[in-house]
């Protein structure tokens, strides 16, 4: 992995909050490829993402948002974690998240959607936040909900990774792609909650293959500026 190469300096700014899943999948990747980002927080907490500075930026008031000052002055913000990453690929092709063969890469993004488009949008601020105020959770039923979304996710991605071929040291082969990006994201996070899932030997045993290279470890959430004390 490149991990220690220093690309581009100065050419990103990533809109970021330290525990957030999305935003550590774009570190991730950032660390993969050997290049820097100038990082801008945005604290979800204080409610920063609905102000009018950032909704021009996003107006999802959703993070991560990246700028490329080598598009030039107006150029449109990058949003969405997958396709931050997708745009990654293809300006630095080394190392490559996506295979090479057409059904890889199809698996691939299959498994990386499973945890980025149907699992984590359940457990995010904004929905916690209407479930608290329109759906009347308290912090008991808010938990609850986690521990069933993240759950059904991972429980689902456990059966897939430990029935298919495909399945290597991580998730589709021997290297890292986007889906052991987001698997990785999820599991973070939900140590950051204290939630643990059962039953999903594959996923942990990848899991621990990731936090083996430095561009895992660099992006966990409790290593960012802005992280609470362990």
């Known amino acids: 992995m490149t991990g220690s190469r220093m690309i581009d300096p100065g ?26 980002a100038e990082e801008t927080n945005i604290d979800l907490d204080a409610g920063e993402q609905r102000g009018d500075a950032f909704l021009k930026i996003n107006p999802m008031a959703a993070i991560p948002a990246l700028i490329d000052r080598q598009a030039g002055p107006g150029h449109t913000p990058l949003t969405q974690s997958l396709a931050i990453l ?23 993004r299959s498994l990386a959607a499973m945890l980025a488009a149907d699992t984590h949008p359940l457990i995010t601020p904004r929905v916690k936040k209407y ?13 609850a909900w986690q521990i069933h979304w993240f759950g059904t996710g991972l429980q689902a991605l456990e059966q897939r990774l430990s029935a298919e071929p ?16 987001c698997l990785a994201s999820i599991v973070v996070v939900m140590r950051v909650f204290k939630i643990q899932v059962d039953g999903i030997p594959t996923v942990q045993r990848i899991m621990a293959a990731c936090e083996q290279l430095e561009a895992f470890s660099k992006a966990d959430p409790r290593r960012q500026l802005g992280a609470p004390p362990a």
């Open 166 to 181: 495909e399945t290597g040291v991580f998730c589709h082969g021997d290297g890292p792609t986007l889906a052991d990006i």
């Open 131 to 143: 479930l608290v105020t329109a759906g009347k959770f308290d912090d008991a039923a808010w938990r």
């Open 11 to 36: 050419r990103f700014e990533l809109f970021s909050f330290w525990r957030t899943s999305a935003t550590y999948r774009v570190r991730v990747a950032f660390n993969l490829k050997g290049v820097v």
């Open 86 to 108: 997708e745009f990654l690929d293809e300006t630095y092709p080394a190392p490559a998240l996506l295979p090479g063969d057409a059904h890889g890469r199809a698996r691939v």
